[in-house]
């Protein structure tokens, strides 16, 4: 069965950093272009960061440009998203999603808690 798993959220003081890994199970991740996405309490889901399949092109919101980076681990079929100089207006729950920008199929992970409070 296929699935995604994301971790590495907690709660983290302003300016601090997180590691969010994106891990998948039952298919392999490197046919898939990755997405990061967050949703505040009251709030739409938004894009925070993609990356192609190849690894070759990424994508940052204007909110996040510069302070997180997205990367690929393809030994252990996961995706990182670094994030540096947290604020509080990242507070979320972060998601990741897996599609395949040929065959349309498309998973999202549970979600992961980021809090950044002090």
């Known amino acids: 069965q296929e699935h995604l798993v994301e971790s590495g959220g907690g709660l983290v003081q302003p300016g601090g950093s997180l590691r969010l890994s994106c891990a998948a199970s039952g298919f392999t991740l490197d046919i898939y272009a990755i997405g990061w996405f967050r949703q505040a309490p009251g709030k739409e889901r938004e894009g925070v960061s993609c990356i192609s399949a190849s690894g070759n092109t990424t994508y940052y919101s204007d909110s996040v440009r510069g302070r997180f980076t997205i990367n690929r681990d393809n030994a252990r079929n996961t995706v990182h998203l670094q994030m540096n100089s947290l604020n509080t207006e990242d507070t979320a729950v972060y998601y990741c999603?897996?599609?395949?920008?040929?065959?349309?199929?498309?998973?999202w992970g549970q979600g992961t808690q980021v809090t950044v409070s002090s």
């Open positions: 999603n897996a599609r395949h920008l040929v065959e349309g199929t498309e998973y």
